[in-house]
């Protein structure tokens, strides 16, 4: 596996610093992170996925990821000139901030409706999402604390089959997701509630180290 770059480095450490009882989540992060980097080298695309808060935080990923979080994004020069003789050209070139590629399932409520009214098989509307969207390359992140979503499961066997890296986020037990993730974290914790502020703390470095590989100049 790669050596971190220092400002890569610099992330992980403070989230040592902060949360000393992450460090056994420390190796699969860095599996994700470098994974996320071939991902974005091939143009590829996050996806993301999870139930009750789980789905609130795969939301919030893609949030973080979509336009500046900690640092500064510019765009390139060559898109700044494309937008120029455009309408208000000057203006999004002078404003708009670069993003990572990143999309939450289960928001499209159209597309989810249908799939709910028309297929009969449950809990299948992430999989079939992702099925219309994923490529070779790309990465799913399924965030579960129990780790025994069958929605999300379908989606990671979805990812797999198009030769997408799936990876877990859950709970210390991982259940049946981290048994089949090509990379599973599993995050301490006794209770729902304290599961899920470790998730918080994994998924905002994760989105902190991505952007520090591609952007490591601070706002």
């Not at 990876?167 to 599973?184: E, N, Q, R, W, Y």
């Amino acid at each position: 596996m790669a050596s971190l770059l220092p400002v890569e480095q610099e992330v992980l450490e403070g989230m040592l610093a902060r949360r000393a009882d992450l460090a056994p989540c420390v190796d699969p992060l860095l599996e994700l992170h470098h994974a996320l980097v071939t991902c974005y080298d091939g143009g590829g695309t996050l996806f993301t996925c999870g139930n009750g808060g789980s789905n609130a935080d795969a939301m919030h990923i893609v949030g973080e990821l979509n336009k500046s979080f900690e640092r500064k994004r510019t765009l390139t020069e060559e898109l700044k000139a494309a937008l120029q003789p455009l309408p208000f050209g000057p203006e999004l070139a002078e404003n708009l901030e670069a993003g990572l590629r990143g999309h939450a399932l289960g928001f499209n409520g159209a597309l989810k409706t249908a799939v709910e009214n028309d297929i009969p098989l449950r809990d299948i509307a992430f999989a079939q999402e992702l099925n219309a969207l994923v490529r070779k390359g790309d990465v799913l992140l399924g965030i579960s604390t129990s780790g025994n979503a069958s929605n999300c499961l379908m989606a990671m066997s979805v990812a797999k089959a198009h030769g997408a890296v799936a990876v877990s986020l859950t709970g210390p037990h991982g259940g049946k997701m981290a048994l089949f993730a090509d990379i599973a974290i599993k995050a301490p914790g006794d209770k729902t509630k304290v599961i899920q502020e470790a998730h918080i703390v994994l998924w905002h470095t994760m989105c902190c180290l991505i952007e520090a590989h591609y952007f490591p100049v601070m706002r």
